[in-house]
């Protein structure tokens, strides 16, 4: 296996042979393209993205600045949503399913070193798989570690440390992130805590 292939594999490998940088420059033309975009062009945005991604659905609204690795490495479902600073460490995969809403400053680090300094200083580094399923909304100040798996209709507190997998239909917060409650049928009519909708949202 060459370093990319390893890459891919979840094995160690080093991220400057095989290509891999060659590979990130390239990327890094497209990523400055889209965060220098005029506003008068933005309607080329959607465009852009998925020249960078490797998956998207139809509708994806990323706000510039965004940074990653490789892009092709990322696969975003339907109505996906960032706002500004998403950072995206792809050198593993990272799937995200739909209706994605992710606020400023979110981390995704599939990247990693190993923890003994000799080992490290070797330049072997890894990458490990990241999933984020459908209705997932992050607060701000996120950081995901290398081989979490959030479920489905998950809310991420700000300021969270995900390091362990996150469970369906439940609120998650903390350093490290833990699950504070589930999410259930009667959350439907509040806004915000304990504010109901003066509205009918279903309209």
């Keep these: 296996m060459n370093q990319k292939e390893r890459m891919l594999a979840g094995l160690p490998y080093k991220a400057w042979m095989d290509g891999l940088l060659e590979e990130r420059v390239e990327n890094k033309k497209k990523i400055y393209e889209f965060n220098h975009l005029p506003p008068a062009e933005w309607g080329r945005e959607t465009e852009l993205l998925k020249s960078i991604l490797g998956k998207t ?30 950072v995206i460490l792809d050198v593993g995969k990272v799937r995200i399913g739909d209706n994605a809403q992710i606020a400023p400053n979110v981390s995704i680090y599939t990247a990693g070193h190993p923890v003994h300094p000799e080992a490290r200083n070797s330049g072997y580094e890894y990458g490990i798989a990241v999933t984020i399923g459908d209705n997932v909304w992050i607060g701000g100040n996120t950081c995901i570690m290398p081989g979490v798996t959030i479920g489905d209709n998950v809310v991420i507190g700000a300021g969270s440390v995900v390091t362990k997998d996150i469970p369906d239909n439940v609120i998650a917060v903390g350093n490290p992130c833990r699950v504070v409650r589930e999410i259930t049928d009667e959350d439907r009519e509040y806004y915000f805590r304990d504010r109901k909708f003066d509205v009918d949202y279903r309209e």
């Excluded at 509708?59 to 339907?78: K, R, S, T």
């Design 57 to 86: 659905g139809d509708v994806i609204h990323i706000e510039a600045p965004f940074h990653c690795d490789y892009g092709y490495n990322i696969e975003v479902g339907e109505n996906f949503f960032a706002n500004y600073n998403l």
